[in-house]
């Protein structure tokens, strides 16, 4: 435990930093309705590191965040001015055609270097597991200095003022992304700045509670990710953003309880759910009757859950020929992990095997591998022979409890249509 | 939950095979017994590594006294790509006893998308001379001795339920320049019905074969899999079904009988490198020694004829071959000499391109056991009701099977709209290449695809 909490509190230090900062600056566009100005700055941004990596400067390094930061400024620039040319286009359109441009810049850039998917991946995911407190001290007097900036112009930051201030937002705002992406990328950063926010704006009013909303919801929901990624061996970036969509779903679950409507909202959800569970059962109903071979992920769920249910429609030889392959696939995978397994022992415990008796396990493993898949590949098809079969029957029972489940009001209907 | 799930696995795999040799047998079969020996499919207690004769190896005894062993194919029961005369047997049994084996696939790992031919090249040139096939084997039969004869008599054949079909990009196959890329076909074989859809509408019977069985060669050292010969070996002949017998001459003391390349159908050619491959959850056979008449290479009796045959890198020379092997046949049958006997075999033998891709061409030919019978000598040159047909007829047999088989390949591709690697495919699983009319000046080769494989759609 003390080792996961040495690696992990790093990390999470930095991200109490960014939805600190985040946090703020995600309230203030939610009111400008300049959603994804975060998204756009922070791809210009990550197009300036781009720039700099083809010019042979090194990802964390003082010169490509210069690059960077060069380019979130002209961006900001940009942004600055977008609010005069939105008075017949929208702001967000020409913020989503700065971003996309930015992207697709960036790709043409680094289409042909060696490691440039790596790059990309590097910018959308970040790499927030391997900060450290280094980075701490770097951004936090930083995002403390924007952050009294702010403070002290706050009646200028309305966003209805004169240009220039306009500039000093988008240009500080611009600054804190650099850094930001460059240590989180471009996804956890728009997650930090949105959803904290959206959480604080969803249950204050005032900016204070907001804010005070905001940070709580952000560090704990950046601890639970951090915490996740590290249990489940996920990508920690990733997971931290797939965690903040998580708590705004809950969060607006609970929205309605908490505005003293818990009656009709339980009402809506009931109702929302019976639709949904509806939807999914008449979308699988036609999946099945229209392409019965192909996945069914609805009735597949259903039978690894309980395996009986294929009883209802495998013949006793189909029964019989899915299960000896399943006990067949397993075998192979059985057989193929003992060969990994001697060979790991040999290799670390005692004597190597010779080169020939390691090609020749990598040989079996390569058989093994290919009758496991071919097992694989006979449940499959038995599978959805008796599928195809049973393709109208089937589809016209989901269809039937699809439409017990609807929250239809069938009297209703029964009465109008007499 | 795996091995809990693997042990009934093998005690199952190892119960039916037992229960599948004794109905086999013509004599009263014993009840199954419940084995004294812990299962062998399983290596959950350890590798004893390939060494000599597992005495694990489960074996019951049939009233008449000869015996079934089983054995699974595992690690230490298998060998990788080469025929070794000095490899430890895996099993021992005697003349007269039968074997119930499992057999496993080949890979084709190599043909995945993005692997560069040079890779594969790679794959083959850091283990030269190595086949790619998987063969249960070694076994050790008591009685035989060099000069004697071994006949193994195939009694059953019960194929797994999937099969591959593929091409290696670049390489091997009858055309490796033409076909720079490659595919891999997943197929499932409905045993019920013994059939399988190759294609939507494409429905081919189901006739499972060993591609390969094999004594020990003569010569001491590590021989590849993939070339046939005097020692049987990788034939691809697929009339050696269910109910025929290999006559093969003992090269080395136990004679070392291997099997693998387990086929569940194949054209005659096999052009694209593979038929349908897949691994046999039982072969069943019975091995049996026969002394004081001696044979110089290998031949195959059926029901109703006996087939020679021939190999050599040039088809030429496999021509050559076999129609030695069959004129020498015929004389001895019809008790004629060899000059009347070589008119003879224009009139009454079958012969057909058995494969084109194993290193050796393969040419066989079916002769009639009745001497007043003669084999199905339908040469077509055109369609017919029966037949789609390519024939071509050149001075060189080599070119004579390339010209027609590649002939086969773009009618499919035109007039049945197949796609070209699958027509590759098709061509190998289901064309049937028949030596016509041959002299010193023109060697007829006629391709032919039985029209009865389409079927309507589902």
Same mark, same amino acid.
């Given at each position: ?35 994804? *100005? ?379 249509? $007499? | ?90 099993? $021992? *049994? ?65 194929? $797994? ?276 009319? *041959? ?20």
């Amino acid at each position: 435990m003390s080792d996961a909490l040495a690696l992990l509190f790093p990390p999470f230090l930095v991200a109490v930093c960014l939805v600190g900062i985040h946090a703020y600056f995600g309230i203030q566009v939610l009111a400008r309705k300049v959603i994804f *100005v975060d998204l756009a700055l922070a791809q210009v941004a990550a197009l300036g590191a781009s720039v700099a990596f083809m010019l042979g400067h090194p990802a964390q390094n003082f010169t490509t965040y210069g690059y960077s930061l060069a380019f979130a400024l002209l961006a900001a620039v940009l942004l600055a001015f977008t609010r005069t040319w939105g008075t017949r286009v929208p702001q967000e359109a020409l913020i989503g055609v700065i971003y996309v441009v930015a992207a697709a810049a960036a790709i043409l850039l680094i289409d042909r270097a060696p490691q440039g998917a790596e790059h990309l991946k590097q910018i959308l995911t970040g790499n927030i597991l391997t900060s450290g407190l280094g980075d701490v001290a770097l951004i936090v007097p930083l995002y403390a200095a924007i952050g009294l900036l702010h403070w002290l112009l706050h009646r200028q930051m309305t966003g209805a003022g004169p240009l220039a201030w306009e500039f000093v937002f988008y240009a500080t705002f611009g600054a804190v992304v650099t850094s930001s992406v460059a240590i989180a990328g471009v996804l956890l950063v728009f997650s930090f700045l949105i959803i904290p926010a959206a959480i604080g704006v969803m249950f204050a009013s005032s900016l204070a509670r907001q804010l005070a909303i905001g940070w709580i919801a952000g560090v704990i929901t950046s601890a639970a990710g951090l915490a996740a990624s590290f249990a489940l061996d996920l990508p920690t970036g990733a997971t931290m953003v797939c965690a903040f969509g998580g708590v705004l779903a809950v969060a607006g679950m609970f929205y309605p309880f908490w505005r003293g409507e818990p009656r009709a909202a339980l009402r809506v959800a009931g109702a929302a759910a019976r639709w949904g569970v509806a939807a999914v059962l008449a979308a699988s109903a036609l999946q099945l009757a229209a392409a019965p071979r192909a996945d069914q992920p609805l009735i597949d769920l259903a039978e690894y859950l309980i395996p009986p249910l294929r009883s209802l429609y495998l013949s006793p030889a189909e029964q019989a020929a899915f299960a000896d392959a399943g006990v067949h696939a397993e075998r192979y995978r059985a057989e193929a992990e003992q060969l990994n397994d001697r060979e790991r022992r040999t290799r670390t415990e005692g004597e190597a095997l010779d080169e020939f008796s390691v090609a020749r396990i990598s040989s079996f493993l390569k058989s093994y591998g290919e009758m496991r898949k071919g097992e694989q590949f006979v449940m499959h098809e038995v599978r959805a022979r008796a599928r195809e079969r049973i393709r109208w029957s089937a589809a016209l029972g989901l269809l039937a409890f699809a439409l017990l489940l609807a929250p239809v009001p069938w009297r209703q209907v029964w009465a109008r249509l $007499r | 939950m795996g091995s809990n799930l693997f042990v009934p696995a093998a005690l199952g795999f190892s119960g039916a095979l037992i229960a599948g040799a004794a109905l086999a047998q013509t004599a009263p079969p014993a009840a199954a017994p419940a084995s004294p020996y812990p299962p062998t499919a399983t290596i959950a207690n350890g590798y004893p590594g390939v060494g000599p004769a597992d005495n694990k190896l489960r074996v019951t005894t049939l009233p008449n006294g000869k015996k079934i062993h089983v054995l699974p194919a595992t690690l230490e029961t298998t060998q990788w790509g080469w025929f070794d005369n000095a490899q430890a047997p895996v099993l $021992r *049994v005697n003349s007269g006893d039968t074997i119930a084996l499992e057999t496993m696939m080949h890979s084709h790992n190599q043909v995945v998308p993005g692997t560069t031919i040079e890779q594969i090249k790679k794959l083959r040139t850091d283990f030269p001379g190595r086949g790619p096939h998987t063969l249960t084997g070694p076994i050790y039969i008591e009685e035989a001795q060099p000069g004697d004869v071994l006949k193994v008599t195939l009694n059953k054949i019960v194929p $797994r339920a999937y099969a591959t079909n593929f091409n290696v990009p670049g390489m091997f196959g009858q055309f490796p320049s033409v076909y720079q890329d490659g595919q891999v076909k997943y197929l499932y074989l409905d045993l019920d019905k013994m059939q399988t859809e190759f294609l939507p509408g494409i429905v081919l019977p189901l006739k499972p074969f060993p591609g390969t069985l094999a004594v020990a060669r003569k010569e001491p050292g590590r021989y590849s899999s993939v070339p046939p010969g005097e020692f049987a070996g990788n034939m691809d002949i697929r009339d050696f079904v269910a109910g025929t017998s290999l006559y093969v001459p003992v090269h080395v003391p136990g004679a070392l009988l291997w099997t693998g390349d387990s086929h569940a159908g194949q054209g005659n050619g096999e052009i694209n490198l593979t038929a349908i491959e897949t691994a046999y959850r039982e072969l069943n056979l019975t091995v049996e020694v026969i002394k004081g008449k001696p044979l110089d290479f290998p031949r195959i009796e059926t029901p109703k004829s006996w087939i020679t045959m021939g190999f050599d890198q040039d088809l030429n020379n496999a021509w050559a071959q076999a129609k030695a092997q069959t004129v020498k046949f015929l004389a001895e049958q019809r008790n004629v000499p060899a000059d009347q006997a070589e008119k003879l075999m224009a009139g009454v033998s079958d012969c057909r391109v058995s494969q084109v891709v194993n290193v050796k061409k393969g040419i066989h030919c079916l002769n009639p056991k009745n001497a007043r019978d003669k084999e199905d000598m339908e040469r077509p040159t055109k369609e017919t009701a029966k037949y789609y047909v390519s024939h071509v007829k050149d001075a060189d047999l080599n070119k004579a099977m390339n010209d027609a088989s590649m002939g086969m390949i773009k009618l499919l591709e035109s007039e049945k709209k197949i796609a070209r690697l699958d027509a590759y495919g098709l061509a190998s699983v289901a064309m049937d290449c028949r030596v016509g009319a *041959v002299s010193d000046t023109e060697k007829n080769v006629h391709c032919l695809m039985p029209k009865s494989i389409w079927v309507a759609k589902r």
